[in-house]
Nanobody, 123 residues
Framework: QVQLVESGGGLVKSGGTLRLSCVVS????????LGWFRHTPGKGREFVAA????????NYADSGKGRFTISRDNARNTGYLQMTVLQPGDTAVYSC????????????????WGQGTQVTVSS
């Protein structure tokens, strides 16, 4: 059984910083690309960032480019998303995901999903 558990979300003021974590159990994450997606009632599911299995490649949506940093620690079986200069438009539920294909993840594909952590940015 594969489980992805996100943490680190919360309420932050505009301009603030949050670091999200994704702890994976039941599967070695060095086999997979890891990504983050966000979910809002208005926009639905939106790709945020992806990182290849050993961290050699990263990809960011324009919304977070220059502000967000995705990383991973395979020894800890954990992924991260550092978000800086947060804005009210970043408010969403952020979910971690694994995918066997790095290119497919950027198109919205994932093979395993976490349930997400709420990020709320106040103005």
């Amino acid at each position: 059984q594969v489980q992805l558990v996100e943490s680190g979300g919360g309420l932050v003021k505009s301009g603030g910083t949050l670091r999200l974590s994704c702890v994976v159990s039941g599967r070695k994450i060095n086999l997979d690309s890891l990504g983050w997606f966000r979910h809002t009632p208005g926009k639905g599911r939106e790709f945020v960032a992806a990182i290849s299995p050993v961290g050699g490649y990263t990809n960011y949506a324009d919304s977070g480019k220059g502000r967000f940093t995705i990383s991973r620690d395979n020894a800890r079986n954990t992924g991260y998303l550092q978000m800086t200069v947060l804005q009210p438009g970043d408010t969403a539920v952020y979910s971690c995901a694994l995918c066997v294909s790095y290119s497919a993840m950027s198109s919205g594909r994932a093979d395993y999903w976490g349930q997400g952590t709420q990020v709320t940015v106040s103005s």
